[in-house]
């Protein structure tokens, strides 16, 4: 059984940093991608960073620059360091890893970490 366990989130000021880090418990197999996404009161949840295993990057095109994605392959942990932190990335984050089990297909979902940018 796999399990994410997100943490990191918090209050920060604009123009300050935070770091989020998932970490997958369980045996995993054939691990593909770990990404973030986030989702803000009222708005749909969007793709922020993700990283494959063969370490390519995507990212929303609001956060590039200002956001990077890592992975610790050893540990089965990804995180999202962000910079340069703005009232509009207030949401929750929540982290996401597809993989697959035999011939299943599998995105799981960490349990979410709210990040608040306010002065």
């Known amino acids: 059984q796999v399990q994410l366990v997100e943490s990191g989130g918090g209050l920060v000021q604009p123009g300050g940093s935070l770091r989020l880090s998932c970490a997958a418990s369980?045996?995993?197999?054939?691990?593909?991608?770990m990404g973030w996404y986030r989702q803000a009161p009222g708005k749909q949840r969007e793709l922020v960073a993700r990283?494959?295993?063969?370490?390519?990057?995507k990212y929303l095109d609001s956060v590039k620059g200002r956001f990077t994605i890592s992975r610790d392959s050893a540990k089965n942990t990804v995180y999202l360091q962000m910079s340069s932190l703005k009232p509009e990335d207030t949401a929750v984050y929540y982290c996401?890893?597809?993989?697959?089990?035999?011939?299943?297909?599998?995105?799981?979902w960490g349990q979410g970490t709210q990040v608040t940018v306010s002065s």
């Open positions: 996401n890893v597809n993989y697959s089990i035999g011939t299943v297909d599998v995105d799981q």
């Open positions: 369980g045996s995993i197999f054939s691990l593909y991608a």
């Open positions: 990283i494959t295993n063969g370490g390519s990057t």
